[in-house]
């Protein structure tokens, strides 16, 4: 690398310790005589454009620490995401301001800006290292066994839905949950290990890998409460029907709305939409008195207090992972997890192109034959990345004393 500038950035939705990515970096580039200064873009690449950078050269390691194990992105982030013209525009301020190095934090469509951006500098002969930090709590990123932000997402759904159990054990009836995740259902199957009893919920999981129909949706909540005298259900906000239209817009259409995102997706977080489509349907078909739901929402990827030892620690070393193959190896790419042995994960450099644009899934094997749950595989993958032991849940087990009166 020439001697210049770091610049980095965050993209997309925050996570828990999307920081320690952030903070890994940093740490890591001002070790580098090379590096004359290590900058952060306010509002991703909406301050690139705008010049909104903060000089973290001159921050403290203290706060940068203290920074490093507090959820959100400190940075700020955006949900912009930048065309040709944008990144040409991109691309000139870093010139400008002699940045040679450019990390950004955030899903497939932050590698895929960084690509267009690595292009624009090839063209233009502007020696340029951009290096793609992965971050999702869908945990849908190509390549990677895992992303950095899942797993502490996964810990707030499985503590969420041991909780709701209890509630619902407690006042039987019918709950809805619904989670986010458009495409991947990672987070939602997360929900399986909450159970600890064979009676326990989430007693229905629901991804978008599996086509689902309102028909069969009903009937299994109808079996589950005719056995148990209640039902939870974990549903993935990206659900969708044979044709790959989102349940949630059969609603929409009804109503006469339809809410797209800055990317023109039809917006499935925010709103509480699909829990009443699916909650309304129980009540009007099935007749159960007692049915409520929840949209989780956002809350999921920035809540105090529940990351993941292992999920902070992998977060923070592919930050300085990247930073390490800039800068020791003047190479371009995105930093990928790959998981070694019983439990380990080493880290590689692929190119932008292998990531950039493109969707992971759930396995086949991660899901059960009825499609409404998980498999002891999934299990096995997930419980290693949820860190330091979980809550657990207890019941009482006092024997029933004999009726007298009403035998």
């Known amino acids: 690398m020439k001697a210049g500038k770091v610049l980095v950035a965050q993209g997309g939705g925050p996570t828990a310790v999307i920081n320690q990515s952030l903070v890994g970096a940093v740490l890591e580039a001002r070790k580098f005589p090379l590096v004359e200064r290590v900058y952060g873009a306010l509002y991703g690449v909406k301050g690139i454009v705008n010049e909104d950078f903060l000089d973290l050269t001159q921050e403290t390691t203290h706060n940068l620490e203290r920074v490093a194990a507090t959820p959100g ?18 691309l000139k301020v870093l010139m400008v301001h002699n940045v040679r190095c450019f990390f950004y934090i955030g899903g497939n469509d932050s590698s895929d800006t960084l690509r267009i951006v690595q292009e624009f500098a090839q063209k233009e002969q502007y020696e340029l290292i951009t290096i793609h930090i992965p971050k999702t709590i869908d945990n849908d990123l190509v390549i990677n066994d895992h992303t950095p932000g899942y797993p502490s997402a996964a810990r707030f759904v499985i503590n969420a839905f041991s909780g709701l159990n209890l509630d619902n054990r407690a006042l039987p009836g019918v709950y809805v949950g619904v989670v986010m995740g458009r495409h991947a259902g990672f987070l939602t199957a997360a929900s399986a290990l909450g ?13 978008p890998e599996r086509n689902f129909a309102i ?21 993935s906000e990206g659900i969708h029907d044979a044709s790959g239209s989102p349940i949630l817009t059969t ?21 509480g939409a699909l829990a009443d489509l699916l909650t309304d349907s129980i009540k009007q078909n099935l007749g159960i008195k007692r049915v409520r739901g929840d949209t989780f929402g956002y809350v999921q990827r920035s809540f105090l207090g529940v990351a993941s030892d292992v999920d902070q620690r992998e977060a923070r070393e592919v930050g300085e992972k990247a930073c390490q193959f800039a800068l020791w190896h003047g190479a371009s790419g995105s930093v990928t997890i790959h998981r070694v042995g019983n439990y380990s994960v080493e880290y590689r450099l692929d190119p932008l192109v292998a990531v ?31 860190g330091s032991r979980m809550p657990e849940t207890f019941r009482l087990r006092a024997p029933i004393v004999p009726k007298i009166l009403k035998k």
């Not at 493109?358 to 949820?386: C, H, R, W």
């Open 73 to 90: 992105s400190a940075l700020g982030s955006t949900r912009e995401k930048p065309d040709q013209a944008y990144c040409a525009e991109i």
């Open 195 to 207: 159970r600890k009893s064979r009676d326990d919920g989430p007693h229905l999981i629901y991804m």
């Open 215 to 235: 028909e069969p949706f009903l009937a299994d909540v109808k079996r589950v409460y005719d056995r148990y005298g209640r039902c939870v259900v974990a549903v």
């Open 251 to 271: 609603l929409a259409r009804q109503v006469g709305q339809l809410e797209r995102d800055a990317h023109g997706n039809i917006q499935l977080s925010g709103t």
């Open 356 to 386: 950039a644009g493109k969707t992971k899934v759930m396995p086949n094997e991660f899901i059960s034959d009825s499609g409404t749950d998980v498999t002891d595989a999934f299990q096995l993958y997930l419980q290693p990345l949820l």
